[in-house]
């Protein structure tokens, strides 16, 4: 686990303020205040510098530019570094960057591909054991969840499509109760998990190899009330006369995001509820196109790197400054994929314009480009009408069209099903 933080004398603090005027140290303290670092990273790479004077400076840095979170009686605090505020833009300008019609079928197409990512990579974090490929097949095909794993990546998805389309709802214990239900159903050991907050004190986060606590969450007899805060935090005026003042819709998501984890209410399925909450908080504050961004699947791939964040904050007197600059390099890198995946998207739109010009419509001639790619897939009308996101009829007109143009043929699954293939 982590290394106990140095206890800093005062006059290592003197020294370090008397540093203040060096142009070495400076860089150096502002290099790892932008990485925000702790000090298992300070230690060994301070060059020229005296470690603990390093770590004293970027103390006393941080002490000076946060703000107070006090949860019951635990003090938490944040605070936005210059490289989180580059980052926040960077953020909004990606973010806002994206032009998409909602009523385009190329829109949901893209929606339905990243909310199944998402879902696959939250439930992959939290133990579901399948592949992309498997998992997405499922979705495509609306299967029934065969195991646990696919289970939960089922709530998840579900879970996130009900959230996009009930995003006016404030928070509440009762509405937080559902939305765990909903990403937990059919998975724990009682239903009674599922549905009510933690009774037992027992439960602990730890290290699955050496079975090493890393956290042990509030008393469940303070569970109520810290929810309760949490609620009235999530639904509370964003706005520089409210008790925090203004807090970037970003940076309040991510707060939100700790705080769910930390109060750890549920038996199981926190991660998966903080993570989901994250998504419900940007699209209330007009970030309709968070949901075309997989979060989780950046987390999946550095789920070390997430641990540790979690950790750093309790280590460091609740100093929420890392798990902030963790999660926006990850929204930062999750805007930057989905700008890369659009840009595709739309080279493989225009090569499928020479579709459109036999008389096919853009659903029609996306699809066609789609599938001669891979040659060979088999697809449903289901699978269109949810890929497409259109209606039964107009998935069966647009399928039966392209079997008249002799452009895809009518194959039989079995005695009622029947399944298209592009010729």
């Given at each position: 686990?982590?290394?106990?933080?140095p206890?800093?004398?005062?006059?290592?603090?003197w020294?370090a303020?008397?540093?203040?005027?060096?142009?070495?140290?400076?860089?150096?303290?502002?290099?790892?205040n932008?990485?925000?670092?702790?000090?298992d990273k300070?230690?060994?790479?301070?060059g020229?510098f005296?470690?603990?004077?390093?770590?004293?400076?970027l103390?006393?840095?941080r002490?000076?530019?946060?703000?107070?979170?006090k949860?019951?009686s635990?003090?938490?605090?944040?605070?936005?570094?210059q490289?989180?505020?580059?980052?926040?833009?960077?953020?909004?300008?990606?973010?806002?960057?994206?032009?998409?019609?909602?009523?385009?079928?190329?829109?949901?197409?893209?929606l339905?591909?990243?909310?199944?990512?998402?879902?696959?990579?939250?439930s992959?974090?939290?133990?579901?054991v399948?592949?992309?490929?498997?998992?997405?097949?499922?979705?495509?095909k609306?299967?029934?969840?065969?195991?646990?794993?696919?289970?939960?990546?089922?709530?998840?998805?579900?879970?996130i499509?009900?959230?996009?389309?009930?995003?006016?709802?404030?928070?509440?214990?009762?509405?937080?109760?559902?939305?765990?239900?909903?990403?937990?159903?059919?998975?724990?050991?009682?239903?009674?998990?599922?549905?009510?907050?933690?009774?037992?004190?027992?439960?602990?986060?730890?290290?699955?190899?050496n079975?090493?606590?890393?956290?042990t969450p509030?008393?469940?007899?303070n569970?109520?009330?810290?929810v309760?805060q949490?609620c009235?935090?999530?639904?509370?005026?964003?706005?520089?006369?409210?008790?925090?003042?203004?807090?970037?819709?970003?940076?309040?998501?991510?707060?939100?995001?700790?705080?769910?984890a930390?109060?750890?209410?549920f038996s199981?399925?926190?991660?998966?509820?903080?993570?989901?909450?994250?998504?419900?908080?940007?699209?209330?504050?007009g970030?309709?196109?968070?949901?075309f961004?997989?979060?989780?699947?950046?987390?999946?791939?550095?789920?070390?790197?997430?641990?540790?964040?979690?950790?750093?904050?309790?280590?460091?007197?609740?100093?929420?400054g890392?798990f902030?600059?963790?999660?926006?390099?990850?929204?930062?890198?999750?805007?930057?994929?989905?700008?890369l995946?659009?840009e595709?998207?739309?080279?493989?739109?225009?090569?499928?314009?020479?579709?459109?010009?036999?008389?096919?419509?853009?659903?029609q001639?996306?699809f066609?480009a789609?599938q001669?790619?891979?040659?060979?897939?088999?697809?449903?009308?289901?699978?269109?009408e949810?890929?497409?996101?259109?209606?039964?009829?107009?998935?069966?007109?647009d399928?039966?069209?392209?079997?008249?143009?002799?452009?895809?043929?009518?194959?039989?699954?079995?005695?009622?099903?029947?399944?298209?293939?592009?010729?």
């Amino acid at each position: 686990m982590l290394e106990p933080l140095p206890q800093i004398t005062p006059n290592e603090n003197w020294e370090a303020l008397s540093l203040v005027g060096n142009p070495d140290f400076k860089t150096v303290v502002s290099k790892y205040n932008a990485q925000y670092l702790y000090w298992d990273k300070v230690k060994y790479n301070s060059g020229k510098f005296n470690p603990r004077i390093v770590w004293a400076a970027l103390k006393l840095n941080r002490l000076m530019n946060t703000v107070p979170l006090k949860f019951g009686s635990f003090q938490l605090r944040f605070g936005v570094t210059q490289a989180m505020q580059e980052n926040l833009h960077l953020f909004d300008l990606q973010m806002g960057g994206i032009a998409l019609s909602p009523d385009d079928s190329n829109t949901q197409y893209y929606l339905y591909s990243s909310l199944m990512e998402e879902a696959i990579a939250s439930s992959q974090m939290e133990g579901a054991v399948t592949t992309r490929k498997a998992a997405k097949e499922m979705l495509r095909k609306q299967e029934t969840p065969k195991n646990i794993s696919q289970r939960m990546i089922v709530n998840n998805y579900q879970t996130i499509c009900y959230l996009s389309e009930h995003k006016e709802q404030p928070l509440t214990p009762e509405s937080l109760k559902f939305i765990h239900q909903m990403i937990t159903d059919g998975t724990l050991n009682e239903m009674q998990e599922e549905t009510d907050f933690r009774t037992s004190d027992d439960i602990v986060v730890q290290d699955a190899i050496n079975g090493e606590i890393a956290h042990t969450p509030p008393k469940a007899k303070n569970i109520a009330k810290l929810v309760m805060q949490l609620c009235n935090f999530f639904n509370m005026d964003n706005s520089a006369s409210s008790p925090y003042g203004f807090i970037h819709p970003v940076i309040k998501s991510i707060i939100i995001h700790f705080l769910l984890a930390w109060i750890h209410p549920f038996s199981d399925g926190n991660g998966r509820t903080a993570r989901t909450l994250v998504y419900w908080y940007l699209l209330q504050k007009g970030y309709r196109f968070i949901e075309f961004i997989s979060i989780s699947r950046i987390i999946y791939r550095s789920k070390r790197q997430y641990e540790k964040a979690f950790l750093y904050v309790e280590n460091d007197e609740g100093d929420l400054g890392y798990f902030l600059q963790y999660n926006l390099d990850v929204m930062k890198k999750a805007a930057n994929e989905m700008r890369l995946y659009l840009e595709r998207k739309s080279k493989e739109r225009v090569q499928a314009l020479d579709f459109m010009n036999e008389g096919l419509n853009s659903r029609q001639a996306i699809f066609i480009a789609n599938q001669k790619k891979k040659k060979q897939n088999i697809i449903t009308v289901k699978e269109y009408e949810t890929i497409y996101g259109v209606a039964n009829q107009t998935a069966r007109s647009d399928l039966y069209d392209l079997v008249k143009k002799d452009l895809v043929k009518e194959v039989a699954l079995n005695k009622r099903k029947v399944g298209f293939i592009v010729l």
